[in-house]
């Protein structure tokens, strides 16, 4: 599957008092970059919530720091599904400067109903459109 990039600038409010990004803030990166991986696709989160009562939850994540990411610096944020279930999505994803890498992580995502909060089908439009890319 195609692995998708999301260029992120380190703000100030990401660093922690040594002026190295906060090790939490390393998966609002990740965040974000699946989240846009999903917009450049043409689907927007909130609009799957209204139409579908569809919503993409974290389920699980292992994360390993490798180097740190500093204050005003550019990271590249990439995003690749590796595994693509019926209700859940794992993804691989890695933070890099010039090429360095600071952080990898594997992301597991369930799709639920926004409403009960139970598991739910991701829709075979979505999917193909997830895996075929």
Known sequence: ??????PVRVYYEDTDAGGVVFYANYLKFFERAR???LRSMGFEQDQLIVEQKLIFVVRSVQIDYL???RFNECVDVSAEITLAKKVSLNFEQVITRD????CKGKVRIA???SETMKPKII???LLQKLTND
């Not at 090429?99 to 600071?102: A, D, G, P, Q, Y």
């Open 67 to 69: 180097a740190p990411a």
């Open 99 to 102: 090429k360095l890498v600071l």
């Open 111 to 113: 799709c639920l109903d």
């Open 123 to 125: 829709p075979d439009y």
């Open 35 to 37: 989240t846009e991986m």
């Open 1 to 6: 599957m195609k692995t998708f990039h999301w």
